[in-house]
């Protein structure tokens, strides 16, 4: 972020992209190793992401909504929001 320019979008958008990756990759990790069984990362990460997606799904009745941004310290305002305005 120290040069300001059109090439900042993309920077951001790649590093969205390599911190979700991390993310599910290290929970992936974490839930073979780590943690000992999957059941833990299961329930405190994937189960309420799952959920999370399915309620909003129903509500909207289409899947044309952000989920990628639920990771830990990132907030999204637009993301699990229903709405025409989605650009993925």
Known sequence: NQLEGPHQEFLNEME?????????????VLSSV????GMHTGILFL?????KVCV???RCETLDFKSSNDIW??????AFVCGDSFEP
Request: hydrophobic share 55%.
């Open 56 to 58: 909003v799904a129903s």
């Open 73 to 78: 310290f990132r907030s999204d305002p637009t």
């Open 16 to 28: 969205f992209v390599f911190e979700f990756i991390v993310w599910w990759f290290g929970l992936g």
């Open 47 to 51: 189960f309420p992401h799952i959920f």
């Open 34 to 37: 780590g943690l000992g069984t």
